[in-house]
């Protein structure tokens, strides 16, 4: 396929030769106590987000992580887990991977409890990992999935669900469009590569990714990101590029629907002290709760002039009710 082999080029390059402009991170680089980020790691980090939340990371969880860079996530995720092999790390490009590992040399010198045995390199495709079936707690992918065509996205997303343990998390950041793009942007296999013309609108993200089996998707942060423009693309009119930040989760698909935050509230000010809709979901007076977008419909659906339900931010951080 032309437009990995691409892809496969450009990064090739950037691993040789950084590219501190080739992706604009929509995330600050921040740093743990006691976590240190190298320099080089930081000009190679070539992502449209973090994928890297505490949340998930408790109880020394077994991490995947696809696409590696210059190894800063790996590091940051190794900074949780702190265990050997504990992270993977899978890329196509060899000489990514022996960047990320020269880079971690480096770490280990900045950061006295980081051994590089704690990260695993592995050389392998996102279309068909070289990791067994149930044996990861967290799966990460950053600004790579948005480079994939339908058919391949749908088998990249797929593998994800495989290596996953039941209940495990797949935590993405990538790039989304709501506006249409020209099949001249979409077949522009440098644009593509470079995490541009292959941006889907949110809702066809999410639909993928329940279509693949995930019970639950959390929308954690929708984020400004880039613009198309006439001037330097070929487009006619102006195209704004969000990044999104987005956790699927390997939860059994429930009989009404997967579950999606979006980031909706709902409040309820009636004279009781509470409401109770019978289906588990249970509103204090004038308390915000989160709750997805089918509780939403439901609560929409029983008419009341005492719930208000809030429009999808787009940041949901956890705390709701399904």
Known sequence: ?????????VYKAVALK?????CCTTNPVWELPGLKIPKIMQEMNYGCGSTVHARDLVNNPKVLYV???????LLQFSYF???KNGVIGVDVVEEMLEASKRNFVQAEIDNPWFE????????????DLPVEDNTIDVAAQNCLFNIFKAEDLKKAISEMYRVLKPHGRLVMSDPTCEQPMN???????????????????IDTYVKMLTEAGFGTIEIRARKPYRILDPMHYPTEEIIYIESIEVAAIKDPMPKDGPCVFSGKTAIYFGLEDHFNDGK????????????CDKTARALANLKRNDIFISDST?????????
């Open 116 to 127: 590089s045995d704690f990260i695993r390199l592995e050389k392998g495709d996102a279309l």
């Open 183 to 201: 099949d001249t942007l979409r077949e522009d296999a440098r644009l593509r590569a470079l995490c541009l013309s292959g941006s889907l609108p």
């Open 1 to 9: 396929m032309s437009y990995l082999k691409t892809t496969h080029d």
């Open 280 to 291: 588990g979901h249970v509103l204090l007076q004038n308390q915000p709760l989160a709750i």
């Open 67 to 73: 696409g590696v860079g210059g190894g800063m996530e």
């Open 18 to 22: 950084p590219d501190v402009g080739l």
């Open 81 to 83: 887990s702190r265990q």
């Open 314 to 322: 787009y940041h949901y951080d956890g705390g709701g009710c399904c």
